[in-house]
């Protein structure tokens, strides 16, 4: 692999180490000891939560690890193997012999045996690039689904204000004899109802949290920042699927990752095919007899490939391994383009229905919540009519604050295929 060197690659893997053995010691230091920080929890943003997956995720710490190994190998794949010394006396210990000997690998085939370990190794940084990307995508999904379950408690503790000012009208115009105990009870009813959805949403929260805390390495229960605002979701018409597709094609690491194994497999096959021609042992040394002195010996000696079944089936291995890369390759183009396709059309979907809501369906509900309890404050409509406009309300807010999480969750989905943020 160019530009990777062995002593970086030392540097880059105890640079990991220090830092996983710090997060690993912060880690264990936190749990027995539960004193408070000064510094506000992380979570109010996306960014900010995307940054703490990239520096202290175990996960993705692992797969950088396993780069940091596969880099490793490439020098010495291309080195020599050590050489061997000979020591050797006969009967009478009169003639002493010392050789060294070294094979040295001609045709190319040290160059092949790095373009194997740096394909290799490129293999597993697209592994790790991929298991990053699906990270990230996980916590895109949760973040939003933290957004939309804090924004819905607050929409459920307004609605409940609602229906609470809606049961004093109700006591009010009881007392005044007006309508049936019946109606005040009702309005209390709707009022314990919304206390069932609230105590849904807080789990719909508290799960999110924990699924962002497992991402950033902290505790289940601790503690996050209540969410400011979701990313921006740019509009279906600027994101072509040809464009989309071209860009994953460049950037998706899962075909990187298939495109080095193909290149492994290519020079594995080469490799092979130069194991057909001879290497060679030079050896060099001296020979000391009694009453002479030290005699230079030298020699060379050939590797000769005999091993022919050998040679076939590791041919064979290779133009196998090749093939099934390209297949895979190819699987897993379809595949992207595909997934891609389906999360424009969920896209496209949740932004119609979302301008649908904001636009319409709201100022509508909203109109009608407002039109509906003036009348029954005025004694010129019945309860039902509120109760329904108050729960129509309710459920346009919360069904957009779903949409706005299919859309975030879509975005994510393309964001993922292509490799990076839009």
Do not use: C
């Amino acid at each position: 692999m160019s530009g990777i060197s062995n002593r970086g690659a030392k540097r880059k893997l105890g640079h990991r180490l220090v830092i996983f053995a710090a997060v690993a010691t912060s880690m264990t230091v936190s749990s027995l000891y539960a004193a408070p920080v000064s510094r506000s929890p992380p979570g109010a943003t996306v960014q900010e939560l995307l940054a703490l997956v990239r520096k202290f995720n175990p996960e993705l710490a692992a797969a950088a690890l396993d780069t940091e190994a596969a880099i490793a190998k490439i020098i010495p794949a291309g080195s020599l193997d050590d050489p061997t010394v000979h020591v050797t006396r006969d009967q009478g210990f009169l003639q002493t012999m010392s050789t060294i000997s070294q094979e040295f690998p001609l045709w190319g085939k040290l160059g092949l045996r790095t373009d194997v370990a740096s394909a290799a190794a490129r293999a597993t940084k697209g592994q790790q690039d991929n298991v990053q990307i699906q990270l990230e995508e996980r916590l895109k999904t949760a973040f939003a689904q933290y957004y939309a379950a804090d924004r819905a408690i607050t929409v459920t503790h307004d609605i409940h204000g609602l229906l609470h000012a809606v049961a004093g009208t109700a006591r009010a115009r009881y007392a005044q004899g007006v309508v049936n105990q019946s109606d005040v009870i009702r309005a209390d009813l709707e009022q314990s109802r919304l206390d069932t959805d609230l105590a849904k949403l807080e789990q719909s929260r508290d799960s999110a949290k924990a699924k962002i805390n497992a991402l950033i390495a902290r505790r289940a229960d601790a503690p996050l920042a209540r969410p400011i605002s979701l990313r921006r979701v740019p509009a279906v018409s600027v994101l072509q699927l040809p464009v989309l597709v071209a860009k994953a094609r460049d950037r998706n690491p899962k075909l990187a990752a298939a495109r080095a194994e193909i290149a492994g497999a290519e020079a594995e096959r080469k490799l092979v095919d130069r194991s057909w021609y001879p290497d060679v042992t030079v050896t060099a040394g001296n020979d000391s007899l009694p009453g002479m002195g030290p005699r230079f010996v030298g020699g060379v000696g050939l590797k000769v490939p005999l091993q022919w079944g050998v040679r076939d089936a590791q041919a064979q291995a290779a133009t196998a391994k090749k093939g099934a890369a390209q297949l895979r390759l190819d699987a897993e183009v379809f595949n992207i383009e595909s997934e891609i396709k389906s999360a424009l059309a969920m896209l496209n979907q949740t932004q119609r229905t979302g301008n649908l809501l904001r636009t319409t369906l709201s100022q509508q509900s909203e109109a009608a919540y407002n039109s509906s309890l003036s009348s029954y404050q005025l004694g010129r409509g019945d309860l039902t009519s509120v109760l329904d406009a108050a729960h129509k309300r309710f459920e346009i807010q919360i069904e957009l604050l779903n949409n706005e999480t299919d859309a975030q969750t879509a975005l994510a989905t393309i964001e993922r295929l292509v490799g990076g943020d839009l």
